[in-house]
């Protein structure tokens, strides 16, 4: 999809730069799956204390445990 933004070029070049890209398209698309990565996140916090688990789970025992294959 075609699209014109008006981008900070300053920021577009720094954003090249840290994170070694080599266009300004690859930057922009690092950038925007990162901000989606991280407001995925964000929803997950929002969870915490509002789920209910099993007091009886063994998280040690499950790590263990032969899965197949």
């Given at each position: 999809?075609?699209?014109?933004?008006?981008?900070?070029?300053?920021?577009?070049?720094?954003?090249?730069?840290?994170?070694?890209?080599?266009?300004?398209?690859?930057?922009?698309?690092a950038a925007l799956?990162?901000?989606?990565?991280?407001?995925?996140?964000?929803?997950?916090?929002?969870?915490?204390?509002?789920?209910?688990?099993?007091p009886s789970y063994?998280?040690?025992?499950?790590?263990?445990?032969?899965?197949?294959?």
């Amino acid at each position: 999809m075609a699209t014109n933004l008006g981008l900070d070029d300053r920021l577009i070049l720094q954003a090249q730069k840290i994170g070694k890209h080599k266009s300004k398209k690859e930057a922009v698309n690092a950038a925007l799956a990162e901000y989606v990565r991280r407001r995925k996140q964000l929803g997950i916090v929002e969870l915490f204390g509002t789920i209910d688990y099993d007091p009886s789970y063994d998280y040690k025992a499950e790590r263990s445990r032969k899965r197949p294959r």
